[in-house]
Structures are given as C-alpha cells and as structure tokens.
C-alpha cells in the first residue's frame, strides 16, 4: 500500500512498525453540537483507510478521542446551565448513534479526555522538567516554541518569517499565527465550576495536550498514522508532534494523512457558516444511512467534495440498481454454469479493487472497476451465462467489495425479496399475473401499457406500489 503522506508531502510506501500491525489516531469529535456531514466526511474517509488497511490483511488499532472539555463545550454548557458531563453525554450519544448509522467500523479505543487528565499532566510536567514548558503570570503553562526547532515540519511553515513568543489561550487560532500555546488552563470565571488539581493550581488542559496523552497511552511513543481533517493540520496536529517529540525525544508520527473538505456551494460545511446537515437533518428526509456514505466515500480523500441533494437522489438510484441486479442474481436457474468463468472474473476484479484503495485511496478507480465488473455481469445474465454456483460467486464478490464500501448490502437485497415474496402470497394469482404483465410492459418501455394495467387493478381494489425491490400490490 501507498498513502499520501502529509509530513514531506509525498506518496509513500506504507511500512508499519510491527509487521501486519497498525496502529492509527484519529482526532475526534468535540462534543458541543451534532456533529454534520463535513465532520462525518473525515470519520468517512478513516473508516476507508481503516478498511481498507484490513482488506490487505493487517489488524488496525484505532484509537478516537473525545473532547469533551474545552473552551466551546465550557462556554455551551454554561448557556445551557447544565453540569459539563450531563451536557456533552447526550452529544456523545448521538455521535455513537451516528457512526453505527453511517456504516462506520467502531475503533478499539474512545478515550475521553475528562478521564485522561492525569495523564495530561503528567506529560506537561515532563515537559516544565525539561524547560521547554514555563508558567506564564495568570498561573496557566505554555509551550515554549522557541525550545522545539523543528516546530512547523507538518505545516511547513518558515519558521524565520515568525514571531517566537507571542501567546495564545485560546484552543483554535487563526492559521497562520504561530505563538506559544496553552498546555494547561489556569481557572478564571468563566470556567465555572469545571476545573481540576495540578502542581500548578486548578485549571483544566488546553486541546492539544489531549491527543498526545491519549495517543501515547494507547499507542505508544511513536505510532504508525495519524488522520484528521485538513483545517487539523495546523496548529493542532503541529502542537501534537510539538509536544510530544520535546517530551519523548522521539518520532511522533511516522504517517499523516489530511482529508479535504466537504463544501456547500463551494464553501467549507460549519458550524460557524450555518451551511451544515446533520445525520439527523438528512434521515428525518428519509435518506438511509447507506445513501449518505455512498455519497461521502464517492469522492477521493485529498478532493474537495461539493455536497448538495440532488448526490443523494444519485446515489439512492445507484444503489436501488445494484439491489435489482443481487435479486437477479439470486433468481438464476439451479446449476454450474458459467462458474469458472464467473471465478476468474471475481478474481480480476477484487485484486483490481484492493490494489485501487491501495494506492493511495484511489476510489475513482476502485468504483471504476466495480462498475465494470458490474456491467460484464449483466451482460452475462442477459446471455443467460450464469446459473447458480456462478451466481454465487458474483454475489460472494460484492460482498467483498462491502468489506470496504459497506453501502451496497446483498444480503438486505435478498432478504427484501424474500419478505416481499412472503407478503405477496396472499394475493389472488391473477392480480399478480397482470403485476408480471406491467412489468414486462416497463421493461420494454410501453408506459402506455404499463399505466392502463395500473388503471385496470386499481378497478378491481388493487394498488401497485414501486418499491426498490420491484413493484408491491396492496389492497385499496
Ligand atoms: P471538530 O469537531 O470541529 O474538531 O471537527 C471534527 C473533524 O471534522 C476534524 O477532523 C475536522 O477537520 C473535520 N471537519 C470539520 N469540518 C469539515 C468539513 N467541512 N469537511 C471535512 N472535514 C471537516
Ligand atoms: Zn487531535
């Protein structure tokens, strides 16, 4: 496999650590809203990455932290006068909720960070040991980034062109100021009652500080990848290799991947923007979870990716396609047809496929030969090519292919017919006869045809339903 590695800017072979092991970091929600799509977009592409990680055959640690203190779920909490821990739960909720929703592999680790705290501490005193943090007058400590030379590798970032020295309190600061920044809050006010004992008085951490404890508990001192999103890069993911190697005089990282943004006319999803969708806005639409994955996994991780509905209708009818052509599938004459050949163009297809995700992600070519595949599939049922052990092995294939995309689902296919057949039992035989007629009609597109048999059920109290499983008949 290959990735792009954002520390040196370059496609990569991708050597772990241990051999068949990796171990992968991934920075997480911070639990002060829903969460919308552009976040989903990021835990998207590293559940692609992960997946993708498994498929050529190596056993993924992922660890995901939840920020649950900092200056916005302080600030929210407050307004909403609820205790801290009360206030974030129903967010974490909800981002659980969310994940499971979108398909999105659960990784082995969730640390929070109001449960890491010593271990926070214990790292900034590592770094006060080593004077390369000090205590600034209000009693909070900084990280000296006159001490740590190599500070700017990720972002890239000319450190001669910089004013050393200047502070910053707040968690997230603007691009491109680059200042000291806060390991640990001292309390003020505006705190409340959310604060914790330190040899340095009370006070709560800053952001950084917590991806690299947690990371180092979980994962070590120096790990294989690390992901985020790109607006992560800089200055948190910088303040983390900051920290981490002043402390552990070692690699940090040996793997960074940035995931591009999700825009809305062009624009970046946010908060801040108000031009956002949250799982919720979406599947109260009645979108599935599937529909939205398919949209936010269709596009390769370092592109932007402009969201808008009119993807989702695409992508509803994409998948309602390879839902019909699974029935179809499923529907073959008994017998070995066709099974060697149906072998051999599985076997094509899937070292295609993986080699596609493995290099580099490259999901335009990894669908490519999906569609491909998929359309020397139905050339052959239209032949009649296939029976069934072939048909096996075709279905068995895109199976394969969900170990990664997780959104076409064969087995929900199939059982839908099954549960329909099992509904349809109780309709008269030729009520049913005339449903087959009208679907021969739509086949051959005689709409006229299709539309008077319509008419004609609907006469006699029957009304036909078109469902992603083909059509349904109810009685009026
Ligand atoms: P936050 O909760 O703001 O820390 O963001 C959580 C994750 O979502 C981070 O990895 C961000 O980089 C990422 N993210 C935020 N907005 C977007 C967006 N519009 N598109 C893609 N990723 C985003
Ligand atoms: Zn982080």
């Not at 801290?84 to 659980?96: E, M, Q």
């Not at 910088?238 to 062009?266: M, P």
């Not at 296939?386 to 059982?415: E, G, P």
Request: charged share 30%; proline share 3%; with cysteine.
């Amino acid at each position: 496999m290959r990735f792009f590695n954002t520390l040196g800017h370059r496609v990569e072979e991708f050597k772990p650590i241990e051999e068949g092991k990796v171990g992968m970091y991934t920075c997480g929600p911070t639990v002060y809203n829903f969460a919308h799509i552009g976040n989903f977009r990021a835990y998207l592409f590293e559940d692609i990455l992960r997946r993708t990680l498994e498929y050529h055959g190596c056993k993924v640690t992922q660890v995901m932290n939840l920020t649950d203190v900092d200056d916005k779920t302080i600030r929210d909490s407050r307004a909403a006068n609820l205790p801290l821990t009360v206030f974030t739960r129903k967010y974490k909720d909800a981002f659980f909720e969310d994940l499971k929703t979108l398909r999105i592999e659960p990784a082995e680790h969730y640390p929070e960070a109001t449960t890491h705290i010593p271990e926070m501490i214990q790292l900034i005193q590592n770094l006060m040991d080593k004077g390369i943090a000090y205590q600034s007058g209000d009693g909070s400590i900084y990280f000296s980034i006159a001490k740590f030379p190599a500070y700017g590798q990720l972002a890239k970032i000319d450190m001669t062109q910089q004013r050393i020295g200047e502070r910053i309190n707040s968690d997230e600061y603007a691009k491109d100021s680059v200042a000291d920044f806060a390991l640990w809050k001292a309390w003020d006010e505006k705190d409340g009652d959310v604060k914790w004992d330190s040899p340095w008085g009370p006070g709560r951490p800053g952001w950084h500080i917590e991806c690299s404890a947690m990371s180092q508990k979980y994962l070590g001192k120096t790990f294989d990848i690390h992901t985020g999103g790109i607006d992560n890069m800089f200055p948190h993911h910088e303040d983390e290799i900051a920290q981490s190697e002043a402390a552990n005089g070692c690699k940090f990282v040996n793997y960074w991947l940035h995931c591009e943004h999700l825009t809305v006319n062009r624009q970046k999803m946010s908060k801040s923007l108000g031009n956002f969708y949250t799982m919720r806005d979406l599947l109260e639409k009645g979108w599935s979870g599937a529909e939205i994955r398919w949209v936010l996994i269709g596009t390769h991780y370092r592109s932007k990716l402009n969201f808008d509905i009119a993807s989702l209708d695409q992508s509803r009818s994409a998948l309602k396609k390879f839902a019909d052509l699974f029935r179809r599938l499923d529907a073959v004459a008994e017998g070995d047809g066709g099974l060697a050949e149906a072998q051999e163009r599985a076997a094509q297809a899937k070292a295609k496929f993986g080699a596609a995700f493995g290099e580099d992600l490259n999901v335009a070519e990894a669908l490519a030969e999906l569609f491909k595949f998929t359309k020397d599939v139905k050339s052959a049922l239209a032949k009649n090519l296939y029976q069934k052990k072939a048909a096996a092995v075709i279905l068995d294939q895109y199976r394969d292919f969900d170990r990664i995309l997780a959104a076409l689902d064969v087995d929900a296919a199939l059982a839908q017919k099954q549960d329909q057949q099992a509904e349809q039992s109780d309709v008269p035989a030729d009520v049913l006869a005339l449903v087959q007629k009208r679907v021969g009609a739509k086949i051959a597109k005689d709409f006229a045809t299709a539309d008077a048999i319509r008419d004609e059920l609907k006469a006699q109290g029957w009304i036909i339903e078109d469902s992603p499983a083909g059509p349904r008949v109810i009685k009026a």
